[in-house]
Nanobody, 124 residues
Framework: QVQLVESGGGLVQAGDSRTLSCAVS????????IGWFRQAPGKEREFVAA????????YYADSVKGRFTISRDAAKSMTYLQMNNLTPEDTAVYYC????WGLGNPSVARYDYWGQGTQVIVSS
């Protein structure tokens, strides 16, 4: 069983930056790949970013490439999503998810465990 707890959401203005955190527990951090997803009201959950557990390779949705950065601190079992130049279109509930023995997959269906989500609202 893997527990994931997100934090760092809130209300920001367009152009601002925000960093989300995801605390991972219940399993060796090296055995999971972490992905970030988001779900806006009335829309399906979509991929944002992911990192391979094996070599730290990173993957991004086109909509966030160049603005968002996923990173990890293995010593603390933490994963982060640095979000820059936020726009109202980034407003959503952001979730981190764990894929056991994963390599960083953009598919929602591949992830085994999910956090409760953290809300990000970007005002114009």
């Amino acid at each position: 069983q893997v527990q994931l707890v997100e934090s760092g959401g809130g209300l920001v203005q367009a152009g601002d930056s925000r960093t989300l955190s995801c605390a991972v527990s219940g399993r060796p951090f090296s055995s999971v790949a972490i992905g970030w997803f988001r779900q806006a009201p009335g829309k399906e959950r979509e991929f944002v970013a992911a990192m391979s557990r094996r070599d730290g390779s990173t993957y991004y949705a086109d909509s966030v490439k160049g603005r968002f950065t996923i990173s990890r601190d293995a010593a603390k079992s933490m994963t982060y999503l640095q979000m820059n130049n936020l726009t109202p279109e980034d407003t959503a509930v952001y979730y981190c998810a764990a894929e056991i023995w994963g390599l960083g997959n953009p598919s929602v269906a591949r992830y085994d465990y999910w956090g409760q989500g953290t809300q990000v609202i970007v005002s114009s």
